[in-house]
């Protein structure tokens, strides 16, 4: 079974510009999450997506926003750059049951320059 | 204060130590995960625990909910288990928003 597949695996942007990074869950999941690591702030919560819907978000600017297709891949987009938003970032899917572990993607580092 | 606290930030030991990473949370939680994570990124879910205790191999997680703390304990350490350890709640039942703890650097010298 395919584990997580996070595209691209490297990124280089200019400050203003925008980027979309993609995720596709392990087959039969429907739940994909998306975190931000970055040395001072850790691990946050991005937002969690399930059958298409949004349904957590956590506390970031309305420049990071995402979507979920129907057959449960999901992309993340964050517009105007700031070299702030220099991270990697995770995607994490599960199956539809509550409190199941998460299985993770290897990331996107995203640069922004 | 974080919802998730973690110690020791960093841990050095020699090979074969008895390993032991703690972490304390002051939130109502619905599962507690320990997740490794090796230079380059990727992160591994090692555990998921509501109650109890569960062990893996050489790694041990236990989790008690009435003092709002769990360890992972690792015996008999090899280098290959230098990583960082990380502890994450989960507080919204039936959706996966973790919450993390900011991470304990093993290191494992032969």
């Known amino acids: 079974k395919a584990g997580v597949t996070q595209t691209p695996r490297y990124l280089i942007k200019t400050r203003g510009q925008q980027v979309t990074l993609s995720c596709s869950p392990i087959?039969?999941?429907?739940?994909v999450s998306w975190y931000q690591q970055t040395p001072g702030q850790g691990l946050q919560f991005l937002f969690e997506?399930?059958?298409?819907?949004?349904?957590n978000k956590g506390n970031f600017p309305g420049r990071f926003s995402g979507r979920q297709f129907s057959n449960s891949r999901s992309e993340m987009n964050v517009s105007t750059l700031e070299l702030g938003d220099s991270a990697l970032y995770l995607c994490a899917s599960s199956p539809s049951a509550p409190n199941t572990e998460a299985f993770f993607g290897q990331g996107t580092r995203l640069t922004v320059v | 204060k974080n919802e998730v606290e973690q110690s020791p930030q960093n841990l050095t030991a020699q090979e074969g130590e008895f390993i032991t990473i703690n972490c304390s949370y002051s939130?109502?939680?619905?599962?507690l995960h320990w997740l490794q994570q090796h230079p380059g990124g990727g992160i591994v879910s090692l555990f998921m625990l509501s109650s109890g205790k569960k062990k893996h191999g050489r790694l041990i997680a236990t989790i008690n909910i009435q003092e709002k703390h769990s360890s992972l304990h690792i015996t008999a350490s090899h280098p290959r288990d230098s990583a960082v350890y990380i502890c994450a709640v989960s507080t919204n039942f039936g959706n996966e928003k973790l919450t993390f703890g900011t991470g304990t650097r093993l290191t494992i010298i032969p």
């Open positions: 997506y399930f059958s298409e819907t949004q349904r």
């Open positions: 087959s039969g999941h429907r739940s």
């Open positions: 939130v109502g939680i619905s599962a």
